[in-house]
């Protein structure tokens, strides 16, 4: 589900990115949430869960960090996180 995101997301740009990925991160209208694939991936150093979470902090509206062994199910409307591994859904502030 990384095509939800574009532009300079972290999973384009790498979380080298991540101010960049913080002013001008937009969704694609697919899905109601951003994605911050990735999470604790030996190939991707900086996808620390204290990274995603300082970039959804950045993110005006929901957004879900996942693992490898994450996936995520959008079917008619309901959002479901099936997951072996390890993953965290942020919410904006109210």
Do not use: Y
């Amino acid at each position: 589900m990384t095509g939800i995101v574009h532009g300079d997301a972290p999973h384009r740009a790498g979380l080298r990115g991540l101010e960049g990925a913080r002013r001008r991160d937009s969704t694609l209208g697919l899905a109601a949430f951003s994605l911050f694939p990735h999470l604790d991936h030996p190939a991707c150093p900086d996808n620390t869960m204290a990274a995603a979470e300082r970039w959804a902090a950045g993110i005006a509206g929901p957004a879900c960090a996942i693992d490898e062994q994450t996936a995520i199910k959008v079917a008619d409307g309901a959002v479901e996180v099936i997951s072996e591994g390890r993953w965290k859904s942020f919410n904006p502030a109210s």
